[in-house]
């Protein structure tokens, strides 16, 4: 796995292999002031990190079969990359979270998953072979870019969370074991991984360290660490969590088309 920079990373994308043209993307377009979901919003903020663009909305959540999120690179050269991001189906561990909250338990998440060591690489294929991520991939598919992004979280340990966090762990500034390259669909040029995230605990409202995996066509692996602001973030899902700060504490972006993105 070759490793990426810092927070403070940047990497347009280099070579475009992903450049067919599909249907257009002026299709795309939200309400003004329309803001991202939770889980949107940090991957918007972590890729606009890495990549040194501004992500705008293209669907908000209506599921009208646009992807998530685009942009274009301030290069002068016009490159467009959109980005759909999805996590692996995890129905009951929410189901079940959002009982205990009504009840006053702890939200927990018992079992175990195969420990798979060195085989995440064919972890990550028969998870993109599924019928959940294949819609996604075909969303994607479907629309003209450069560059297609496929952006995925884990909502739980057993749902790919271990496996997403083994993907961009550290030991010692080097991975504790192999993994391969994947062979993505024609026209998919990236898959982002989102891993572990740390704060200080003694300040759970302020910022944010997310650990990130990336697989990119033509130059394989790399490895992230950025830094996202609690305030920055929409509210977490009320069915699942209470907000624990004041109203109009947040300012998440504005993530509109043609908005200034504050």
Not at 16 to 37: C, D, I, V, W, Y
Not at 120 to 135: D, K, N, P
Not at 184 to 191: A, E
Request: hydrophobic share 35%; glycine share 12%.
């Amino acid at each position: 796995m070759r490793h990426g920079g810092s927070e403070d990373a940047r990497g347009g994308g280099g070579c475009s292999p992903g450049g067919q043209r599909r249907a257009s993307l002026k299709a795309m377009s939200n309400a003004a002031g329309t803001t991202a979901s939770r889980e949107e919003e940090i991957a918007s903020l972590a890729m606009e990190q890495v990549l040194g663009v501004e992500i705008k909305l293209a669907d908000a959540g209506a599921g009208n079969k646009m992807p998530d999120g685009s942009w274009t690179y301030p290069d002068g050269q016009a490159r467009q990359g959109i980005v759909e991001i999805t996590s692996p189906p995890a129905t009951n561990l929410m189901s079940e979270w959002a009982r205990a909250k009504r009840a006053g338990r702890p939200q927990t998440e018992s079992g175990s998953i195969p420990l798979r060591l060195n085989e995440l690489a064919q972890v990550c294929s028969e998870l993109l072979s599924e019928g959940w991520a294949r819609e996604n991939l075909d969303k994607l598919l479907a629309q003209s870019a450069d560059e297609r992004h496929l952006f995925l979280f884990a909502r739980g340990y057993k749902e790919g969370g271990d496996y997403f966090y083994r993907l961009s762990d550290t030991y010692d500034d080097a991975t504790s074991e192999h993994v391969e390259d994947l062979v993505l669909p024609l026209g998919i040029t990236d898959v982002w991984f989102r891993g572990r995230a740390r704060r200080d605990s003694d300040q759970p409202l302020g910022r944010m360290q997310l650990w990130l995996a990336r697989f990119q066509v033509g130059s394989g692996w790399h490895r992230y660490v950025v830094n996202i602001e609690e305030r920055d973030l929409p509210s977490p899902n009320s069915g699942i969590a209470d907000d624990q700060v004041p109203a109009n504490w947040r300012c998440p972006k504005d993530r509109t088309a043609g908005s200034s993105g504050v």
